[in-house]
């Protein structure tokens, strides 16, 4: 039994002293004149003879008034017992759905026995209750909103699965309160182990309680996978970090496969709290996926396995062709998985061969060659080709007055800010579309068919701001992936658990196919030119085809957060509050009608008594 | 209470006036008095009922010489005869705080039967004496005798007033020394006093014929009543802490019923023809018919 208010027990010592106060001065008796008082005196004296008596009726007279002031007082400091009971008449259960609750370190798991504490809550639930659910892993989503049904709320409950995702506790826990905000006294309950980062602060009077599952940390997990090509040999270099959680030496097995072939396995102990980092040189046949794989008894399997693409895999291979600029050059070296070469100017047949050789061609400020172009091209302060759009007289200070924000290359991009000395405005060709304008004209045209991707600024990036800018790398990295995708291939993605994944499959694709990790597959529609794909939650390989070309990608945890199974004493939510763990879903039985009741039947026993006396 | 309240224009109906005139008071023994009056007197006296003879002395009466006897015997003898004297009748009211109190007011009954019992003596021809005691005060009336004092002597007992404590031995012992002939005593109290024993042995040894009249309230008699009371006596002002309820009432009963049993003990030891009246009862059924019951009213 805890007090909500033990400040009020302060209360009992002055009232009672009161009472005993008033009990010494004793209430006035009415005078009353009598003839005499000599037969009386004898009638009383024999009552004398009972006075112990007396005085222990009277003393218990005393004791159960003070007994009952303290049952009243003990009901001012709010008393109250956790039951396993929805208490209010609303909750919301925010259940944790990420990796590390598939942790087996409890009987089925750790989700298993999250949800059997939610089943058990809405099992008690009184008439009337009624209670959302909330699910989070990598997003938190209502999976169930209020109702009082609880054959619903069961069978939510059990459609719900562990993800192998990491948590974001941070936007479930905002989903419950402005779901709880929604319902006056409505209590919030996040059934989780507690492995995940800051949580926001909520409102003091927010009644959150954390339901903790989960005992120990048993648990080995890779937390990191590189692959690096040596330009010198042209070998690989493959880098493991294995971490342990674990408070005792683990042995493990550690295998690496290339795609399908095991190339290196190794025995390895894992000191506790350890974290080792494996090498290893491989002289690979072929670019192509690499997995480390972790064969250790430990309670969480998900994070046992990680992937990556070799190096040379996933270069992007780009031609800059340039007199010299030291901002794009720069901006490009800087971006991931990208090769870059330079040329300062080509010839029509080494334009044709660079077309097939290189996955992007940037002109910057030097005329192309004639000639049709194909693959993927940028151009930059230059005449487009024919295909693309003509260029018009420059202008002085033109400003960009609108942008389509949707396309990909565009994507994130703030234009408008951009000040330009002067441009030359460009006029679309057939096929090709305006991606942004100066006014009436388009500063920046693309153009996509199947065998050309390209992009045109009609400005030199050097007489504008745009390279100071943030967005410059970003615009860079759209337009290259973009263009990049252009040229068909298989595309490599390495994507956490949980990710959302927008792909762009050629114009003319209406549907692609997905095969997940379990080797499932599923048919999506291709909306607006683009695939999103929601589901990517399990740690494997994943593969897209529409189209005639292919995505390949893959997802795994490497996340030391959810790794660390260790689980936590308390939820803190931002600076101030912080919930304290407890085993099950529990409410505060409030005590005081109990007491009030009790001192009721008190009072009235002493007022009975007291008028049963002689 | 003020007794000024209780006090009728008159204290006894004209009607039991005239039922008393038809009553006398009974003495069982005969008993010196004074004067000549209509009762036997122990005393040999002229009368004309023959009582005895006796031999003659010289001093002795020659008209009461029995020549008769002479001319037969040779001898003198002396005629005695019955001596028929008058009554002395001494009514004791006790008068203190507690008498003060009831209804119908004790006091009040008090004086109505003091007057009865004192008509019927004077009615009788006796001679009537009135006493009113309370704490030290201890008033006395003159003697009355015939009808024609009747009214004085109402007066008299009008004028008495209730207040202070009960004293009934220092009363008792005051009229036993006023005393200057045997004759009846009649005590008028509710003899709420410790000293009501010794005051009853006192009554014993006057010498006259004693008749106790003890009086209660119905209030005191039954009472009723609960919740915390502070009880204050209306004589000494002492107090006593009582809690009302039927369990006390019930022991104040037994209480109370011990004492009127101990009361008609003592006066049966004494030889006392004794009375035992609520205040609720009229005062004429007292005298004419309780009296009479116990041989005091013939």
Same mark, same amino acid.
């Given at each position: 039994? %805890? $007090? ?50 007396? !005085? ?13 002031? &303290? ?14 009971? %929805? ?30 504490? &939610? ?12 209670? /959302? $659910? ?24 059990? &459609? ?60 080995? /997990? ?8 040596? !330009? ?13 959680? %674990?408070?005792? /030496? ?32 491989? %002289? ?9 794989? $972790? ?109 389509? !924000? ?126 999103? $794909? ?20 893959? &997802? ?59 | ?10 204290? =006894? #109906?004209?009607? *039991? ?20 009056? @209509? ?13 005895? *003879? ?62 009865? =019992? ?46 202070? @404590? ?19 005593? *009649?005590?008028?109290?509710?003899? =709420? ?26 209030? #005191? ?78």
């Amino acid at each position: 039994m %805890s $007090l909500l208010y033990p400040l009020a027990l302060a209360a009992l010592a002055p009232l009672s002293a009161t009472i005993v106060v008033l009990y010494l001065l004793k209430l006035r008796r009415q005078r009353v004149l009598v003839s005499s008082v000599f037969l009386w005196q004898r009638a009383v004296d024999d009552l004398q003879a009972n006075a112990p008596f007396q !005085k222990l009726r009277r003393n218990l007279l005393l004791l159960l008034q003070l007994l009952a002031l &303290a049952l009243l007082v003990l009901g001012l400091a709010a008393p109250y017992t956790l039951v396993t009971r %929805s208490g209010g008449r609303s909750s919301v259960l925010v259940l944790d759905a990420s990796a590390s609750m598939q942790a087996t370190d409890v009987a089925g798991s750790r989700f298993e026995q999250a949800r059997r504490g &939610a089943m058990q809550f809405v099992g008690n639930a009184r008439r009337g209750d009624e209670t /959302a $659910l909330v699910v989070c892993g990598a997003r938190a989503a209502v999976a169930l909103p209020f109702t009082t049904d609880k054959r619903r709320l069961q069978a939510a409950l059990k &459609a719900a699965r562990p993800s192998d995702c990491g948590t974001n506790m941070k936007d479930g826990i905002l989903l419950a309160l402005s779901l709880a905000g929604k319902r006056p006294g409505a209590r919030v309950y996040v059934l989780s182990d507690g492995a995940f980062g800051q949580l926001p602060a909520v409102p003091a009077s927010a009644a959150v309680q954390f339901v903790r599952v989960g005992t120990r940390s048993d648990n080995v /997990a890779i937390v990191g996978l590189e692959t690096v090509r040596s !330009k010198v040999h042209g070998t690989h270099q493959v880098f493991i970090r294995i971490q342990s959680f %674990s408070s005792e /030496a683990k042995p493990a097995l550690l295998s690496i496969y290339h795609e399908k072939d095991l190339i290196e396995a190794r025995e390895i102990t894992l000191q506790p709290g350890a974290s080792v980092a494996e090498t290893y040189d491989a %002289s690979l046949p072929r670019p192509g996926l690499i997995r480390a794989e $972790l064969e250790v008894r430990d309670d969480l399997s998900v994070d046992n396995v990680a992937y990556t693409f070799s190096a040379s895999d996933a270069q992007t291979r780009i031609l800059l062709v340039t007199p010299g600029n030291l901002f794009l050059e720069q901006a490009l070296l800087v971006q991931p998985e990208v090769e870059v070469f330079k040329a300062t100017g080509l010839t029509s047949s080494e334009a044709t061969a660079a077309y097939e050789q290189y996955d992007v061609v940037v002109f910057d400020r030097v005329a192309p060659p004639v000639g049709r172009p194909s693959g993927a091209m940028m151009y930059v302060d230059v005449d487009p080709p024919a295909v693309l759009g003509t260029a018009g007289a420059a202008a002085e200070q033109p400003a960009v007055t609108d942008w389509d !924000k949707t396309h990909p290359a565009l994507e994130h991009v703030n234009l408008g800010a951009v000040q330009i000395a002067s441009a030359k405005p460009l006029s679309p060709a057939a096929g090709a579309r305006v991606l942004a304008h100066s006014g009436e004209q388009g500063i920046v045209l693309g153009l996509e068919s199947p065998e050309l991707r390209a992009l045109a600024f009609g400005w030199d990036f050097m007489n504008s701001d745009l390279p100071l800018r943030i967005g410059f790398p970003v615009l860079l990295r759209n337009a290259l992936q973009w263009l990049a995708e252009g040229r068909g291939g298989v595309r490599r993605l390495q994507v956490r658990p949980g990710t959302v994944l927008r792909l762009s499959p050629p114009a003319d694709a209406r549907r692609a196919t997905v095969t997940y990790p379990d080797g499932s597959h599923r048919t999506v529609a291709v909306t607006e030119g683009a695939v999103t $794909l929601a589901d990517v939650d399990r740690v494997g390989e994943y593969s897209m085809a529409a189209g005639g070309r292919e995505w390949r990608w893959v &997802a795994d945890l490497r996340d030391p957060a959810e790794s660390n199974l260790r689980p936590a004493d308390r939820l803190r939510l931002g600076d101030a509050k912080i919930a304290q763990a407890s085993s099950s879903p529990q409410t505060e039985q409030h005590l005081w009608p109990l007491l009030a009741l009790v001192a009721l039947c008190i009072l009235l026993g002493e007022w009975h008594l007291y008028h049963r006396r002689p | 209470m003020n007794d000024s309240t209780h006090q009728p224009a008159y204290l =006894l #109906e004209p009607a *039991f006036l005239r039922r008393l005139e038809q009553a006398a008071l009974a003495s069982r023994r005969a008993l010196a008095g004074r004067g000549k009056g @209509e009762r036997r007197s122990p005393r040999r006296g002229t009368s004309v009922e023959f009582s005895d *003879f006796r031999a003659y002395a010289p001093g002795d009466d020659l008209r009461y010489l029995d020549w008769n006897a002479f001319a037969r015997l040779r001898r003198l003898f002396l005629k005695l005869f019955v001596e028929e004297e008058d009554l002395q009748v001494h009514i004791l009211v006790d008068t203190s705080g507690s008498m003060d109190f009831g209804n119908p007011h004790k006091l009040q009954w008090a004086r109505q039967a003091a007057a009865a =019992l004192g008509y019927l003596g004077l009615c009788g021809g006796d001679r009537v004496r009135l006493y009113g005691y309370a704490d030290q005060q201890f008033r006395a009336s003159r003697v009355f005798r015939g009808r024609g004092t009747a009214v004085e002597a109402f007066e008299w007992l009008l004028r008495l007033e209730a207040g202070g @404590e009960t004293r009934l031995r220092a009363g008792v012992d005051y009229l036993a020394r006023s005393l200057t002939g045997p004759g009846i005593i *009649f005590l008028l109290s509710d003899l =709420l006093t410790p000293d009501w024993e010794p005051a009853l042995g006192r009554l014993a040894v006057t010498g006259g014929e004693a008749c106790v009249l003890q009086l209660m309230a119905p209030e #005191e008699f039954s009472p009723g009543g609960s919740g915390d009371i502070e009880m204050v006596d209306a004589e000494t002002g002492e107090t006593r802490e009582v809690t009302m309820g039927a369990s006390v009432v019930r022991r104040y009963v037994k209480e109370r019923d011990a004492f009127l049993a101990s009361v008609r003990n003592g006066c049966r030891r004494y030889g006392f023809p004794y009375l035992f009246q609520e205040t609720s009862t009229p005062v004429p059924d007292a005298i004419l018919r309780s009296l009479r019951r116990v041989g005091v009213v013939q």
